[in-house]
């Protein structure tokens, strides 16, 4: 990020009134110059034998013409760019520029040092020596007078602004996502009749799965403390009973009773099964609390863990981007955030899943710049006299910018930028985590290469959330399984076909028309585009795994 802004603050000073004032006394150098020479050559004409100096006279016009042309080559507009900067470099490595003049312009690029002409030479050998091996010219002088050097005051400011970013997330998590926390209900029941019905002690600290006549879904999953005493422990917001929803129902539904009792890791063994005996929550006991249903794993400047529920997890994505994008505007392209994915069923090892996230986008790949346009709206920053340059070429090791490498911001045209990069899987087993690899920026196993094409920009995030509302707001359930259906299996059928993308867009554009039925000609024209190219570069099929398969959507409309 700091090795592009070269126009920092110090490019506005080349318009300030202290520089003209020095290329001014430069020029009054030259003039005083030429003013000797005249009158050398004024006396040197006084001379009874004309031929013997005449040679000398015509080497002093020489010195005087090459003298005015300095003036004139130095007489241009001291303005904010590069060209202006490269001129007023040469004024200072100039041969004929005398001590004082350069200590003067090295001057104004230091705030914290003063210069005088009896030290300048030694500043001159220090810069040369920070420098090298690069040569003394006025093109790496300018990169290394531009450029924000990582002082450790710098890299703590960079490191406290990422890290403050990290909190803004959590606090806006809590606030945006869970403005009311979830809900769960603490209950107890008669222990020793529940015993006696189960036959056999129940286990402490363990989750259970109970059902409840009427109530709909009929299971809900809760944790015995001890002594019978349990809480509720997942999303109460789906449930429904008689005419309530919510946590309204789920208090009522255990003031009626449950009949059905397992352990969750063994839902085979049925502990308590019986519709005409139910064990009663006593209503005394049900207590409503509030908490936040995430816990931090890490979160430090380089990365923030989170578990939260899979249901939530694209809100919470939707989230960090537009933080991302508010807080980071001026610095898109230059400051990379990747964003991973992982879901897994409960009780699944934690330790599977940080293994699991250590193996998303850490490739070399992922950390480099890619030639591409910018994605974002540029009208905002492309005139900013800080921000606005950005790298219109690859650096290659041990390689530095200089500003001939730096371009304003423009929609057309292509810089070297970072992207930042988003991945996701859903983990059944915990021999998962070994197809997590990647050859040549994508997923290497040889299903994703046939119905995939992951990993995506992290800007493309919000392109997948339009994609998928277009699908939902249109189409069942059975709709959209049938496009996945028939997209995988044709593109399982013509696996071997070269050639094929032609035909294959004509077929996905008749399998998005049969699903969308009379729907389809009322689609505005670039809608149906985005779904034809979606479905022809497999963006559709990834935004249905991820929706449908991976966070498990339960219902479209």
């Excluded at 005083?32 to 004309?50: H, R």
């Excluded at 001159?124 to 290394?144: D, G, H, S, T, V």
Aim: charged share 35%; glycine share 4%; hydrophobic share 35%.
């Amino acid at each position: 990020m700091d090795k592009c802004k070269k126009e920092k603050n110090r490019l506005e000073i080349i318009v300030k009134e202290d520089l003209v004032k020095i290329l001014a006394g430069f020029k009054d150098l030259l003039k005083k110059q030429i003013e000797k020479i005249d009158n050398v050559i004024s006396s040197m004409k006084q001379a009874k034998d004309q031929s013997k100096i005449q040679e000398r006279i015509n080497e002093k016009v020489e010195n005087r013409y090459n003298l005015v042309q300095k003036i004139k080559e130095y007489s241009f507009t001291l303005n904010a760019d590069i060209k202006t900067v490269y001129k007023f470099l040469n004024v200072f490595l100039e041969k004929s520029c005398d001590g004082e003049i350069a200590a003067k312009i090295l001057n104004t690029f230091f705030q914290d040092i003063n210069i005088e002409k009896e030290n300048i030479n030694d500043h001159i050998q220090n810069i040369k020596q920070r420098m090298e091996p690069l040569q003394f010219n006025k093109e790496n002088l300018a990169a290394y007078l531009f450029t924000q050097n990582p002082s450790p005051a710098r890299l703590y400011r960079i490191w406290r602004e990422t890290e403050e970013f990290s909190e803004i997330v959590i606090r806006d998590i809590k606030e945006r996502i869970y403005y009311y926390g979830w809900k769960r209900i603490r209950f107890k029941v008669d222990y020793e009749k529940l015993k006696k019905k189960v036959g056999k002690n129940i286990k402490v600290r363990t989750p259970y799965v109970i059902k409840i006549k009427n109530l709909k879904p009929e299971s809900i999953l809760v944790f015995h403390m001890g002594n019978g005493e349990f809480y509720t422990i997942e999303s109460l917001e789906k449930f429904k009973f008689n005419d309530k929803e919510g946590e309204l129902a789920v208090r009522q539904a255990l003031e009626e009773g449950f009949y059905y009792l397992a352990d969750e890791e063994d839902v085979d063994e049925i502990l308590l099964s019986n519709e005409n005996e139910v064990i009663k929550a006593d209503s005394n006991s049900l207590q409503s609390e509030s908490y936040y249903p995430f816990i931090e794993i890490t979160k430090t400047p380089l990365s923030l863990r989170l578990i939260v529920p899979a249901e939530d997890s694209i809100k919470i994505i939707e989230l960090v981007t537009k933080l991302f994008n508010e807080r980071f505007e001026k610095v898109l392209g230059k400051l990379p955030l990747n964003i991973k994915l992982l879901a897994a069923n409960r009780k699944f090892p934690l330790y599977v899943l940080l293994d699991s996230e250590r193996r998303m986008l850490e490739g070399k790949e992922f950390k480099e710049a890619k030639e591409m346009k910018p994605w974002w709206n540029t009208i905002g920053i492309r005139n900013d006299k800080y921000y606005s340059f950005y790298p219109i070429k690859r650096l290659s090791e041990n390689e530095k910018y200089t500003l001939d490498d730096l371009d304003r911001l423009s929609k057309a045209k292509s810089y070297f930028l970072y992207p930042g990069y988003f991945d996701f899987d859903f983990l059944v087993g915990t021999s998962d985590r070994y197809r997590i690899y990647y050859e040549r920026g994508k997923r290497g196993n040889s299903e994703y290469k046939l119905y995939a094409s992951r990993p995506y920009y992290f800007y493309q995030i919000s392109e997948m959330i339009e994609l998928w509302e277009i699908l939902k707001n249109n189409l069942s359930n059975s709709q959209i399984n049938f496009i996945e259906e028939m997209l995988i299996r044709k593109l399982k059928e013509w696996r071997e076909i070269k050639d094929k993308d032609k035909v294959f867009k004509e077929f996905a554009k008749a399998t998005l028309a049969d699903a969308f039925g009379d729907k389809w000609s009322g689609l505005e024209g670039k809608t149906k585009y985005f779904l034809v190219e979606s479905a022809c570069n497999k963006f559709l099929l990834d935004t249905i795994c991820l929706f449908k398969h991976v966070i498990k959507v339960r219902e479209v409309r």
